[in-house]
């Protein structure tokens, strides 16, 4: 439900709000909200799964100098094992909107839910592809995640993060029954659960 909004109607002081890290068995998952300036329009904007890592990275800087107002969040590992990965996404996309330093008008949510905002809000399901303010947010996201399951990568090295970024893999749950998880992993993720429940702690 998208409440009927035309938004292509819309032009200042709406935010963006995008996630990344809902999926995978390690990390922490991470928003971005974006302001966009229409005085200065970026090029190339789409759902960040949909561009090249290096057009990804120049975007990342563009829409940092550009916008007129963005912002990165996260919600932890140990939050995401207390309060289950729906409701850490949600705190993680209030703690982007938040933390901009221009208040939206308006924040449009990818998805078919939103936070709990002190602003309006309507949820936009597949926005990163139709909303310019929500695909520069998931380009933000994404791109700063990526980034530290690169740096994961080199302090927990053997599984293979900075591949495939924490997701279940067969290359990284071979590696978790090999190694064991490390402070990284959600532990109330199934296949991390079953495998601390196993004798020894591996399978």
């Known amino acids: 439900m998208q409440m009927g909004l035309d938004f292509t109607l819309v032009e200042d002081l709406v935010a963006g709000v995008d996630e990344v890290g809902r999926g995978p068995l390690c990390g922490p998952v991470v928003t971005a909200a974006v302001i966009l300036d229409p005085a200065r329009p970026i090029q190339g904007l789409n759902d960040s799964k949909k561009l090249s890592e290096a057009k990804r990275e120049a975007l990342f800087d563009e829409i940092r100098e550009k916008a007129l107002a963005w912002c990165i969040a996260r919600a932890e590992v140990e939050e995401i094992d207390q309060l289950n990965i729906l409701h850490a996404t949600m705190l993680a996309m209030q703690r982007a909107v938040e933390g901009l330093s221009v208040t939206p008008k308006l924040a ?96």
């Open 108 to 203: 449009l949510i990818d998805g078919n839910r939103c936070p709990k905002l002190k602003v309006p809000a309507a949820p936009v399901v597949k926005g990163d592809a139709s909303v310019p303010a929500i695909a520069a947010a998931s380009i933000l996201a994404k791109v700063a995640r990526d980034r530290e399951m690169a740096e994961m990568e080199v302090l927990y090295p053997g599984y293979g993060i900075g591949g495939h970024k924490g997701y279940p893999t067969p290359v990284h749950l071979e590696a978790l029954r090999r190694l064991g998880p490390t402070p990284i992993h959600r532990r109330s993720f199934g296949p991390v659960r079953e495998l601390l429940e196993t004798p020894n702690g591996l399978i």
